[in-house]
Nanobody
Framework: QLQLVESGGGLVQPGGSLRLSCAAS????????IGWFRQVPGKEREGISC????????NYGDSVAGRFTISRDNAKNTVYLQLNNLKPEDTAVYYC?????????????????????WGQGTQVTVSS
């Protein structure tokens, strides 16, 4: 069964950090670019970061640039998102998605639709 599973979410105080993981099973992640997204009920899905297949190209949304860092370990079939200096407005369900045509090197922006595989999401809550 092909699936992505996110983990690492939780409750954190403002200014705190979390590391989210996106693990693949049933397929090899090194054939796919990976995006991270978040969504709050009633709002559109926001693309926050992506990384190319080889990890040599990354993009970040304006709201997280300088605070979040995406990385990948293809040997572990896992992509990570380090969240630093968290703010209450970062509270959302965070999702990862994989597609062979997303986050191509040299292409700016984060595609939010028509991606092949999606995880179920992990909740991040930033509150004091």
């Amino acid at each position: 069964q092909l699936q992505l599973v996110e983990s690492g979410g939780g409750l954190v105080q403002p200014g705190g950090s979390l590391r989210l993981s996106c693990a693949a099973s049933g397929f090899s992640l090194d054939l796919y670019g990976i995006g991270w997204f978040r969504q709050v009920p009633g709002k559109e899905r926001e693309g926050i970061s992506c990384i190319s297949k080889r990890g040599d190209w990354t993009n970040y949304g304006d709201s997280v640039a300088g605070r979040f860092t995406i990385s990948r370990d293809n040997a572990k079939n896992t992509v990570y998102l380090q969240l630093n200096n968290l703010k209450p407005e970062d509270t959302a369900v965070y999702y990862c998605a994989a597609d062979p045509s997303t986050c191509l090197p040299g292409i700016h922006g984060i595609t939010t639709t028509n991606l092949a595989y999606w995880g179920q999401g992990t909740q991040v809550t930033v509150s004091s």
